[in-house]
C-alpha cells in the first residue's frame, strides 16, 4: 500500500518554463490537496478537490492550476515558474474535506528549485 | 477564515522532560483539531488528534489537550527521546466541511 506518491521528488526549473507536479493516492479517499511549504510559513493550501470532478482555490492560488483527472490523480501546474514558486511541495489525500478516519495522508514532497 | 497560531517556533529540551506546544485557534467553529510530526525530508504525519467534544486524549507518551472557551489546544510529550526530534504541526478544521488550517510548526529538538 503505497499512499500517496508525489513524482518528480527535485526538480529544477528556470524562470518561464513549465511544469506539473503529479499526485496519485491508492486509499480510494475523495478529497486531495495541494500545500506548499516555506521556512517560517508552516504549510499553505494552494488548491483542494473536495471530490471527484470538483477544484477549489485554497489560501495561495496564484501562479498555479490545478486537474483532477480522476479520483486517485490530482495534479499541479506551473504554467511560467517564478523563483517565488521556489518551495517544496506536498500532496495530501483524505477521506472527507475536513478530515478523513485517520487525517490527511501527505505525500513525501517535491523540492522545486526556480533560477 | 480560520486562523491558527502556534509558540513557540523552536525548542529545545533535554532527553527525558517533558515538552508542550501551544496552538489557539480563531473559529469557535472548528471542531477538529489534529497534531502532525514532520521528519526531515519527508512529508507530515499525523501522530493525534482530537474532536472538540473532548477535553484530552493520550497515546503512550504524547496528550493534547482542549479548551474551547479559550480556544486553544496543546500538544504535550513526556519523556522525550531523540526521536522526537522533529517539526510540529498544529490545525484546525470544520469536521468533514472544512480544509485544515495549519500552525507555522514549531521545530523540537531532543538533546541527549
Known amino acids: 500500500n503505497a499512499g500517496v506518491t508525489q513524482t518528480p521528488k527535485f526538480q529544477v526549473l528556470k524562470t518561464g518554463q513549465s511544469m506539473t507536479l503529479q499526485c496519485a493516492q491508492d486509499?480510494?479517499?475523495?478529497?486531495m490537496y495541494w500545500y506548499r511549504q516555506d521556512p517560517g510559513m508552516g504549510l499553505r493550501l494552494i488548491y483542494y478537490s473536495a471530490s471527484e470532478g470538483t477544484t477549489d482555490k485554497g489560501e495561495v492560488p496564484n501562479g498555479y492550476n490545478v486537474s483532477r483527472l480522476n479520483k486517485r490523480e490530482f495534479s499541479l501546474r506551473l504554467e511560467s515558474a517564478a523563483p517565488s514558486q521556489t518551495s517544496v511541495y506536498f500532496c495530501?489525500?483524505?477521506?472527507?474535506?475536513?478530515?478523513?478516519?485517520?487525517?490527511?495522508?501527505f505525500g513525501s514532497g517535491t523540492r522545486l528549485t526556480v533560477v | 477564515g480560520e486562523n491558527v497560531e502556534q509558540h513557540p517556533s523552536t525548542l529545545s529540551v533535554q532527553e527525558g522532560d517533558s515538552a508542550v506546544i501551544k496552538c489557539t485557534y480563531s473559529?469557535?467553529?472548528?471542531?477538529?483539531f489534529p497534531w502532525y510530526k514532520q521528519e526531515l525530508g519527508k512529508g507530515p504525519q499525523l501522530i493525534i488528534d482530537i474532536r472538540s467534544n473532548v477535553g484530552e486524549k493520550k497515546d503512550q507518551r504524547i496528550a493534547v489537550t482542549l479548551n474551547k472557551t479559550a480556544k486553544h489546544f496543546s500538544l504535550h510529550i513526556t519523556e522525550t527521546q531523540p526521536e522526537d526530534s522533529a517539526v510540529y504541526f498544529c490545525a484546525a478544521s470544520i469536521l468533514g466541511y472544512s480544509t485544515l488550517t495549519f500552525g507555522k510548526g514549531t521545530m523540537l529538538l531532543v538533546s541527549p
Open positions: 495530501a489525500s483524505s477521506t472527507l474535506p475536513g478530515q478523513g478516519a485517520n487525517g490527511y495522508t
Open positions: 473559529d469557535s467553529a472548528s471542531n477538529y
Open positions: 486509499m480510494n479517499h475523495n478529497s
